[in-house]
């Protein structure tokens, strides 16, 4: 319900966290210290097989916690590139999503929106998801860091997106959902949330890219699969170019 004011009447915030809060393209240089020259193409990859496997697994019913699925998502990228590698390289790249970069306006962003109760819903498991919370500095600010793992299936499912309510007791007219994720974007919005996307690419950006290049690059074939908002029949109700825009529509 939105009040005569405009302003959504909202009693929590929740945040996607990778993509949304923390930008998964900081794994880039770590990639391309332990394999040079093919730094770019093992962090698109590695992370579009990565959300494949959530889908999959959530498919087939074969849940596997999301530590499991990046180190799997890991070796695929890797054994496909033909890149021999030794153990330690393998766990030095793995480590980075325990400490990926926090988007620069997310601490001010999170900090305006206080009263709100505010938390993390994520596909990352609840180990990966404390140190990555803790790293950053963001658990003196959030009320909860929710994981998929306790209901064993992935988002874009509804099972996923109930347990907003479930910790924070919170009905979902009462949530702002906010990923940057389009596919995340759709599940929430289907589930019956309020939805800010995090338009971090725009559309004309994106065909900028392609019509500039003759061969397109991993990080621009990346975007144009995971940044761009699918047909699904589900649309934000709010489109923000950034985080810091948050508190002006919650």
Same mark, same amino acid.
């Given at each position: 319900? %939105?009040?005569?004011?405009? =302003? /959504?009447?909202?009693?929590?915030?929740?945040?996607? $966290?990778?993509?949304? *809060?923390?930008?998964?393209?900081?794994?880039?240089?770590?990639?391309?210290?332990?394999?040079?020259?093919?730094?770019?193409?093992?962090?698109?990859?590695?992370?579009?097989?990565?959300?494949?496997?959530?889908?999959?697994?959530?498919?087939?019913?074969?849940?596997?916690?999301?530590?499991?699925?990046?180190?799997?998502?890991?070796?695929?990228?890797?054994?496909i590139l033909g890149l021999a590698y030794e153990n330690d390289a393998f766990?030095?790249? %793995?480590?980075?999503?325990? =400490? /990926?970069?926090?988007?620069?306006?997310?601490?001010? $962003?999170?900090?305006? *929106?206080?009263?709100?109760?505010?938390?993390?819903?994520?596909?990352?498991?609840?180990?990966?998801?404390?140190?990555?919370?803790?790293?950053?500095?963001?658990?003196?600010?959030?009320?909860?860091?929710?994981?998929?793992?306790?209901?064993?299936?992935?988002?874009?499912?509804?099972?996923?997106?109930?347990?907003?309510?479930?910790?924070?007791?919170?009905?979902?007219?009462?949530?702002?959902?906010?990923?940057?994720?389009?596919?995340?974007?759709?599940?929430?919005?289907?589930?019956?949330?309020?939805?800010?996307?995090?338009?971090?690419?725009?559309?004309?950006?994106?065909?900028?890219?392609?019509?500039?290049n003759e061969l397109v690059a991993p990080l621009t074939m990346f975007k144009?699969?995971?940044?761009?908002?699918?047909?699904?029949?589900?649309?934000?109700?709010?489109?923000?170019?950034?985080?810091?825009?948050?508190?002006?529509?919650?």
């Amino acid at each position: 319900m %939105i009040p005569e004011d405009g =302003q /959504l009447s909202i009693k929590a915030v929740v945040f996607d $966290a990778y993509g949304t *809060l923390y930008d998964i393209q900081s794994v880039a240089e770590i990639t391309e210290d332990a394999f040079p020259g093919y730094g770019e193409i093992i962090t698109q990859v590695w992370r579009i097989k990565q959300l494949e496997y959530t889908w999959l697994r959530s498919l087939m019913r074969r849940y596997q916690d999301f530590a499991a699925v990046t180190r799997d998502s890991l070796a695929y990228t890797l054994r496909i590139l033909g890149l021999a590698y030794e153990n330690d390289a393998f766990e030095r790249v %793995i480590a980075k999503y325990l =400490q /990926l970069d926090l988007y620069p306006d997310a601490t001010a $962003a999170l900090t305006a *929106l206080k009263p709100r109760k505010l938390a993390i819903l994520s596909n990352g498991s609840p180990d990966m998801l404390n140190a990555l919370v803790r790293n950053s500095g963001l658990d003196d600010l959030l009320d909860a860091t929710i994981s998929v793992d306790a209901k064993k299936i992935f988002k874009p499912s509804p099972q996923a997106y109930e347990l907003i309510g479930e910790v924070l007791g919170t009905a979902p007219n009462e949530v702002l959902f906010v990923s940057s994720n389009p596919w995340d974007v759709a599940g929430a919005k289907s589930f019956g949330l309020n939805v800010a996307w995090i338009e971090r690419v725009t559309p004309e950006a994106m065909a900028l890219a392609c019509v500039e290049n003759e061969l397109v690059a991993p990080l621009t074939m990346f975007k144009a699969i995971r940044t761009q908002m699918d047909e699904l029949g589900f649309a934000p109700d709010h489109r923000v170019r950034a985080l810091s825009e948050l508190p002006g529509i919650a």
